[in-house]
C-alpha cells in the first residue's frame, strides 16, 4: 500500500513527466542549435575568406599586368633613355597610389654598351603618399655598409625570374637600398634579340595588406595572411608577422593538425576544419584558401565558443523557463491538493465508521470539487440502500468477474491461433521452415499458418486482414478457421480458396477483405501448388541468387461470392528458398522522409542472406524493415520463409503452369 500523500503523487505525476519531457526536448533543440550553429559558421567562414582571398589576389592580379605590360613594350622598343624609363615608371605610379615602386632591372651591357649595372627605380616612402624619389638600386644597394652591400642581381625578385623565364611574385622582405619598407614584388623578364635582357618589377607594400586586413576582420573572426612559404604576412599578433611560419608555430605548440593545414593551404587547396587553438588551446573554427596569383594563403579562425554562445544562451533561457514552470505548478498542485485532500478528509473518517458498521452515518453537504460532492451524495444514497442493493451489487461483480474472465480467455485464445514452437516439424529433414507476427499495434491482423494435409504434402498460408485492431484480429480468426476447415487432402489449392471467399463474403457487412497466399508444398518433389488472393508476391530465392516472383492469381478474399481463382505451380530445387510476407515489409517508411522500403531493397537483402539458416532470414527482414521505419511500424509484419534442403527423385519434375 502507498504511503505517498496526494501531494506527492501529483507532484511525482505532474512536475516529473514535465521535467523529463522538457529536458529531453531541450536537449533536442540544443544538439539541433548547436549543429545549425556550426553549419551557419562553416559556410560564413568559407564565404568570407574566399571573397576576401580573390579581392587580395585581384589587387596582386592587378598589379602583376603592369610589370608585364612595361616587359612586353621594353622587349619591342629599345629607344629609351634613362628619363624616359624615369616618366614612364613616374606616370605609373601617380596613377596607382597603392603601389610603393617600380623598378627596370637590366643584365650587364643590355641598356648600353659598358654599362655593367644599371637598375632605375622609383618609389614613395609609403603608400598612398604622393612623394616620388628616384633612384638607381645599382648605386644604391653598393652605397651600403659592408654587411648590407648586395648585388641587385643577386636578390631574389631578380634571379629567380631570370632563370624560370617567367614573371613571380617574391617572398616578402624589407627592400633597404630601394623603398626601405616591408614589401613584396612581382618580377617580369624581358627580352632583347632573343635574349634575356633585364626584369621589369611592381613592390606592394605589405602595410597597405595588413591595414586592410584589420578593417574585414568582424568582431571574434581573426584573419591571417602567409606568403608562399607559409610566412605569416598579416596577423593580428605583432610577434608572428615576418617572424614566424605556420610550420614553426605547429612545431612549436605541438600542434600537427595545424601543420597538415598549412600544407594543404600552400598546395592551393581550401577548406574549413575544426581545430584546437595554439595560443589558448580552446577549439576554433578555421576556414582558408588560396591566392592563386601570388602562391599566399589566407586564413580565417572563430572560437567555437563565441559559435556555440546563442545557444548556450538560448539553453540558459530555457532553464529559466523551465522553473519558472515548475515554480507555478508547484504552488497549483498545493493549492489544488489543499481543496482535494479537504472534502477527501471527510469521506474517509465516513468511510471509517461505516467500515464499522454504522449505516446511519451521513457526509453532508461538500462545497468544493463537484465531483466529489457528488461522490458523497452517493455515499449517503448508498448507505440508505445498501441493504437493498447488497444483493444486486453482489450479481453484478460476479458477472463482471466473468465477463472479464471471459475476455481475458479470449485473448489467450487469439495469442495462440498462430504456431509458436520452432522448429515446428523436427523430424522432417526435408525442409527448414520458420515464421513471424509482429503487430504495429497490440493485436495483429495478419496472420500465418502450415500444417500437413497428408503426410507428404505441407499447406502454407500467410495472410492479411483488412484494419487493425480487435476487427481485424476477429476476422483473421474467422479467416484461418475457414481455411483449416476446407483444407483437405483431396481439395486443390483454387477449390479450397474458392469455398474460403465464399464463406467470408457472406454478410460481411463491414466490408472486410483478405490478401491470402495459400499453398501445397509437396515435401517428395518441391512442388509447390499456390494460389495467390491479392498478396504482395512472395519470392522463390533460387540457390544460385536467382529471384522468381509468384505474381497474384486473383483478388481479395470475401469480396465478391463469385470471384474465380486459378492455381499455379512452382517447383523448389534443392536450397531454394520460399519467402512470403505481408506488406509491413514493402511498405515500412519512416515518419521523416515517407520513403519506402520496398521491393527492391528487400529484394537486395535476399540475395545476401539466402545462404542464412530460415529463422535468421526471417530476423534480417525484419530487423532491417524496421529500422528502415526507425521502429515506427504502420503495420504489421509477418514473415513465412520454407526451405528445401533434400532433392527426391520423382518420374516427373513439375514445371510452372496455370491451373
Not at 455515499?379 to 472479464?404: G, L
Not at 529433414?429 to 491482423?445: Q, R
Request: hydrophobic share 40%; net charge negative.
Amino acid at each position: 500500500m502507498s504511503k505517498l500523500s496526494i501531494r506527492t503523487l501529483l507532484i511525482l505525476d505532474i512536475l516529473v513527466p514535465i521535467l523529463v519531457v522538457y529536458t529531453l526536448f531541450v536537449i533536442n533543440e540544443t544538439w539541433h542549435n548547436r549543429e545549425e550553429a556550426i553549419g551557419n559558421v562553416k559556410s560564413l567562414l568559407a564565404e568570407r575568406v574566399a571573397k576576401h582571398a580573390a579581392q587580395i589576389d585581384g589587387d596582386f592580379f592587378a598589379a602583376s599586368k603592369i610589370p608585364e605590360t612595361l616587359a612586353n613594350m621594353l622587349s619591342v622598343d629599345q629607344t629609351q633613355n634613362e628619363e624616359d624609363f624615369d616618366a614612364i615608371i613616374r606616370e605609373v605610379l601617380e596613377s596607382s597610389p597603392k603601389l610603393i615602386g617600380m623598378c627596370i632591372a637590366f643584365e650587364p651591357n643590355a641598356f648600353r654598351e659598358g654599362l655593367e649595372r644599371f637598375a632605375p627605380y622609383v618609389h614613395r616612402e609609403q603608400s598612398g603618399s604622393d612623394e616620388l624619389f628616384s633612384v638607381d638600386l645599382a648605386k644604391t644597394y653598393n652605397e651600403l655598409d659592408d654587411e648590407r652591400k648586395r648585388d641587385y642581381m643577386t636578390w631574389d625578385w631578380y634571379r629567380i625570374p631570370k632563370e624560370t623565364d617567367q614573371g613571380t611574385w617574391s617572398e616578402p622582405y624589407f627592400d633597404e637600398g630601394g623603398g626601405k619598407v616591408l614589401m613584396c614584388t612581382y618580377s617580369a623578364p624581358f627580352f632583347r634579340n632573343g635574349r634575356f635582357a633585364g626584369i621589369a618589377t611592381v613592390d606592394v607594400g605589405l602595410d597597405n595588406i595588413r591595414e586592410n586586413m584589420s578593417q574585414i576582420s568582424p568582431e571574434g573572426v581573426i584573419y591571417r595572411l602567409l606568403s608562399a612559404s607559409g610566412t605569416f604576412i598579416a596577423a593580428p599578433e605583432p610577434g608572428l608577422v615576418m617572424e614566424e611560419t605556420i610550420f614553426s608555430i605547429a612545431e612549436k605548440y605541438h600542434n600537427d593538425q595545424l601543420a597538415e593545414i598549412g600544407k594543404d593551404l600552400l598546395r592551393g587547396n581550401s577548406g574549413v576544419v575544426a581545430y584546437n587553438g595554439v595560443f589558448n588551446n580552446s577549439r576554433m573554427w578555421m576556414a582558408y584558401a588560396p591566392l592563386p596569383m601570388s602562391g599566399y594563403g589566407l586564413k580565417a579562425s572563430m572560437p567555437e565558443s563565441l559559435v556555440l554562445a546563442p545557444v548556450y544562451a538560448r539553453l540558459a533561457r530555457s532553464a529559466i523557463r523551465l522553473f519558472i514552470v515548475l515554480t507555478v505548478c508547484s504552488t497549483l498542485i498545493v493549492i489544488v491538493s489543499w481543496r482535494l485532500t479537504t472534502p477527501i478528509k471527510r469521506l474517509a473518517k465516513f468511510a471509517k465508521k461505516l467500515a464499522a458498521g454504522d449505516l446511519d452515518v451521513h457526509v453532508g453537504n461538500i462545497r468544493f470539487a463537484s465531483e466529489i460532492a457528488q461522490l458523497a451524495h452517493t455515499f449517503d444514497k448508498m448507505v440508505i440502500d445498501m441493504k437493498a442493493n447488497i444483493e444486486s451489487r453482489i450479481k453484478e461483480e460476479t458477472a463482471r468477474r466473468t465477463v472479464e474472465g471471459e475476455l481475458k480467455a479470449a485473448r489467450r485464445i487469439q495469442a495462440s491461433l498462430l504456431p509458436r514452437i520452432f522448429p515446428p516439424f523436427p523430424d522432417r529433414k526435408e525442409f527448414d521452415l520458420h515464421a513471424t507476427n509482429e503487430p504495429a499495434a497490440f493485436i495483429a491482423g495478419d496472420f500465418f499458418d502450415f500444417f500437413f494435409i497428408e503426410p507428404n504434402k505441407l499447406a502454407v498460408v500467410i495472410a492479411d486482414v483488412s484494419g487493425h485492431g480487435v476487427a481485424a484480429a476477429l476476422f483473421m480468426a474467422v479467416s484461418r478457421t475457414a481455411i483449416r476447415t476446407f483444407a483437405l487432402s483431396d481439395q486443390s489449392p483454387r477449390e479450397i480458396i474458392d469455398r474460403v471467399n465464399k464463406v467470408l463474403s457472406t454478410d460481411n457487412d463491414d466490408l472486410m477483405f483478405v490478401t491470402l497466399f495459400y499453398g501445397h508444398y509437396d515435401i517428395g518433389t518441391g512442388e509447390l501448388t499456390y494460389v495467390n488472393a491479392g498478396h504482395n508476391p512472395p519470392y522463390i530465392v533460387r540457390k544460385g541468387g536467382d529471384l522468381k516472383t509468384l505474381a497474384a492469381t486473383g483478388s481479395l478474399i470475401a469480396t465478391f461470392e463469385d470471384m474465380a481463382y486459378t492455381e499455379q505451380k512452382v517447383c523448389l530445387e534443392a536450397g531454394d528458398v520460399l519467402v512470403a510476407f505481408t506488406d509491413g515489409v514493402t511498405e515500412a517508411h519512416s515518419s521523416q522522409d515517407n520513403v519506402l522500403y520496398g521491393a527492391e531493397r528487400l529484394e537486395q537483402l535476399l540475395h545476401e542472406i539466402r545462404e542464412e539458416p530460415v529463422e535468421k532470414i526471417c530476423d534480417r527482414i525484419y530487423h532491417e524493415a524496421d529500422d528502415f521505419a526507425e521502429h515506427e511500424r504502420h503495420d504489421d509484419i509477418t514473415l513465412l520463409v520454407l526451405r528445401r534442403n533434400e532433392t527426391y527423385s520423382v518420374k516427373h519434375r513439375p514445371s510452372s503452369s496455370h491451373d
